[in-house]
């Protein structure tokens, strides 16, 4: 057993968590099923089932503070979560905890890329250290490397804001990302500071990644009691021109 609660989880979400979404964590375990969601468990291992109805339990409860009565959430293309008309959102789970964001989506054809401006993306994971023999797989340039140091939970965190990116991404371009194709960005500011720092801090953190099409990310981390990463659409840092496709990799070796 860990030695935190859902509510110690519950708080680190909600400090990362931008304050227009509703956030929750449940420890997994058995949970009621939705009737229109028998689909889902056909022949599912029990600890996926669990994992599963868990997280779809907490999107409900969620989701009653956006006025939405319990529905059943599908799953739909690439194993995004279906969500009401008008909602966005994001579940994940590891082996304790069930974590999940839901919000008004937003929807608005004000910007080229735009089917959903408040698109998020939610991904929790043991605060243990990346195993070794991935680090080379996930940390793709040299700020990634050097923000993750040689501590191997700064390493899970990196991964863990990847794939939250993903997640986020996934609802607008409906494309599978490898690691390689989510990157770090770092600026050095008017002081000569980069921007984001570098340093790993044991509160929220917030980094900018952008992905091999281009699309900028905001993701805020907590390391601890869990690592959690939530990504949101940085549109304020604007669609690069059509000519700065470029991959994300450059910076890599
Ligand atoms: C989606 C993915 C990242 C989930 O990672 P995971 O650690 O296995 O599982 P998590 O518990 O964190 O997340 C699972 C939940 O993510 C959500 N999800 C799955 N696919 C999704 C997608 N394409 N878009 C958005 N959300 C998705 C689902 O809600 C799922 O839970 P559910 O099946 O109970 O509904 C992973 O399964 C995947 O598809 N990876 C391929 C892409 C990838 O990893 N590339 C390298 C990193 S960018």
Redesign the pocket.
């Given at each position: 057993m860990p030695d935190h609660d859902d509510d110690d989880v519950a708080r680190a979400l909600r400090s990362i968590t931008p304050l227009r979404f509703f956030c929750g964590a449940r420890r997994i375990g058995e949970a009621p099923i939705h009737p229109g969601e028998k689909s889902l468990y056909d022949g599912v291992d029990p600890k996926v089932r669990r994992?599963?109805s868990t997280?779809?339990m907490l999107a409900r409860e969620l989701l009653r503070n956006l006025g939405i009565t319990p529905a059943p959430i599908l799953?739909g293309e690439?194993?995004?979560?279906i969500w009401p008309a008008g909602i966005a959102g994001?579940?994940?789970?590891?082996d304790e905890f069930a974590v999940c964001v839901v919000g008004t989506a937003d929807s608005g054809a004000d910007e080229e890329w735009a089917t959903h401006a408040n698109l998020i993306?939610v991904?929790?994971e043991p605060a243990h250290g990346l195993p070794a023999e991935i680090l080379a797989t996930v940390l793709v340039n040299a700020d990634e490397r050097a923000t993750a140091g040689d501590d191997l939970v700064n390493a899970r965190a990196i991964f863990c804001a990847?794939?939250a990116?993903?997640?986020m991404s996934?609802?607008l371009e409906r494309k599978?990302?490898?690691?390689r194709?989510?990157a770090l960005v770092r600026r050095r500011n008017a002081g000569g500071r980069y921007f984001p720092p570098s340093v790993m801090v044991a509160g929220p953190n917030r980094l900018h990644f952008h992905t091999s099409t281009g699309l900028e990310a905001w993701v805020t981390l907590v390391r601890t009691p869990r690592v959690i990463a939530v990504a949101t659409w940085a549109r304020e840092l604007g669609r690069p021109p059509r000519g700065r496709r470029n991959s994300p990799t450059r910076e890599a070796l």
């Open positions: 994992a599963t997280g779809r799953r690439g194993g995004a979560p994001s579940i994940a789970h590891d993306g991904d929790v990847k794939e990116v993903y997640k996934y609802p599978f990302y490898e690691f194709d989510i």
